[in-house]
Structure formats: C-alpha cells, structure tokens
C-alpha cells in the first residue's frame, strides 16, 4: 500500500509566522497535491506538482507555497500565517494523472492563533 | 452548474437498509470517477473507483451513466461502521486533476 506521511497531526502556531507542512510518500508516485478542507466548502486544491522541481498553483494558492526539491516529498508553506489559514491540510499522491485515484496522508489539523 | 454535486445529507438510516447516492459532474469529458469515504476528523481514503460498466465490491455497487453525467453508490444491508461522509471524486480536463464534491454524510442506527 502506499504511503503518504505528514510530519504533524496537530500543529498550532501564531499569527505572522512561518509554517511548514511537509508530505512523503514512499511509492515513488510522481503527482502530489496539497489540499485544505473546510466545514462546507469541502476540499479546495492550494498547489500541485507533477514532478521534481515543477509546482502549480491551484484553486487557493494565495498566501502559500509549495518547494519539490525530491520527488517523494512536497512541502507547503505559509509564508505569514494568518488566523483564516485555520484549517486542516491534507497531502496526496497518484501514480497516474488519467486513471489513479488519490491517497491521503492522515492531514495535518492547523491552528493559527 | 457546479463541477461536481452531491447532496449533502444527511442520509439517517436504520442498520440493514439499502442507501443510494448520487453525484453529478459539469464536464463530459471526464474518465475517471472514484467514491471515497471520510470518518470524522480522518483523512478521505479511496473506497472505489467506478467503472463504465459498473462495479461491485461486496455490499457496495458504483455505477456511472454518462448520458446524464451522473455516479452513484449504493449500499446494502448498511452496517453501523458505514457511518461516515462519502465523497465522489472526478477527474478534470488535460490535467487529470481530481474534482471532489462536498461529500454526503450517512449515519447508521441501530
């Protein structure tokens, strides 16, 4: 089965600082994504990348970004994070951009105070 | 038209009934569509994807008809552990990317 890691499942920082939300996935999957998800907005696509040092911007992209330097590892970043990027994040991955269906890492609940 | 539409629900059931949801799409150029199912406070894992000619696995059949841009799950003899949102998912344009609906919650009752 793969596997898709995020580095923390509970992360509370405070406004203004810089965050790192980091993703692995062990089965050498070349797309991954970022997604956040919201009580009645559902999921909403920040950034995706089909390979190594290729990133682009999704549906949400302000206020984030994204750094590919491997390709099992995708990371997003908040550059200045605001109380309204209060949310929980999830990482995915697929082999495939025509058939594959997407597996989640166990997301990241973000508390920005 | 939304790109992808589920109702929200929630779908309140007793335990041994049969549930069906539906989920439309905007773009008639998709090819894959996929059911994924959420637990509170879980991340969403893939239940099934869903086949031209529909697809059974075990008390679950997922079928899609094109003509109306449409998907649905159908579930039987429900069980407690059913209980969670089911998101439909399905794939966009050139890039491939996954669309998800805003999922359907199903609670099942004793």
């Known amino acids: 089965d793969v596997k898709v890691t995020q580095s923390s499942r509970y992360l509370v920082k405070r406004t203004g600082e810089k965050v790192f939300l980091e993703c692995v996935q062990d089965?050498?999957?070349?797309?991954m994504f970022w997604y956040r998800q919201d009580p009645g907005l559902g999921l909403r696509l920040i950034y995706f990348?089909?390979?190594?040092?290729?990133?682009e911007k999704g549906d949400i992209p302000e206020g984030y970004s994204v750094s590919r330097e491997k390709k099992e590892r995708f990371s997003l970043i908040l550059e200045s994070a605001s109380t309204n990027q209060t949310s929980m994040y999830l990482c995915?991955?697929?082999?495939?951009?025509?058939?594959?269906?997407?597996?989640f890492g166990s997301g990241t609940r973000l508390t920005v105070v | 038209r939304k790109e992808v539409e589920q109702d929200p629900g929630p779908f309140n059931v007793p335990e041994g009934a049969t549930v069906a949801f539906n989920c439309t799409y905007s773009?008639?150029?998709?090819?894959?569509f996929f059911w994924y199912r959420q637990d509170c406070r879980k991340e969403p894992k893939l239940l099934m994807s869903?086949?031209?000619s529909g697809n059974e696995d075990g008390r679950f059949t997922a079928q899609l008809n094109r003509a109306s841009q449409y998907i649905s799950l159908l579930i039987r003899d429900s069980k407690l552990s059913d209980s969670a949102t089911y998101l439909c998912?399905?794939?966009?344009?050139?890039?491939?990317?996954?669309?998800f609906g805003k999922g359907t919650k199903l609670s099942v009752k004793p």
């Open positions: 998912a399905v794939n966009t344009g050139s890039q491939g990317n996954l669309i």
């Open positions: 089965m050498d999957h070349e797309n």
């Open positions: 990348s089909y390979d190594v040092k290729m990133k």
């Open positions: 773009n008639s150029a998709s090819q894959s």
């Open positions: 995915a991955s697929r082999t495939d951009r025509v058939r594959g269906g997407y597996t």
């Open positions: 869903v086949y031209s």
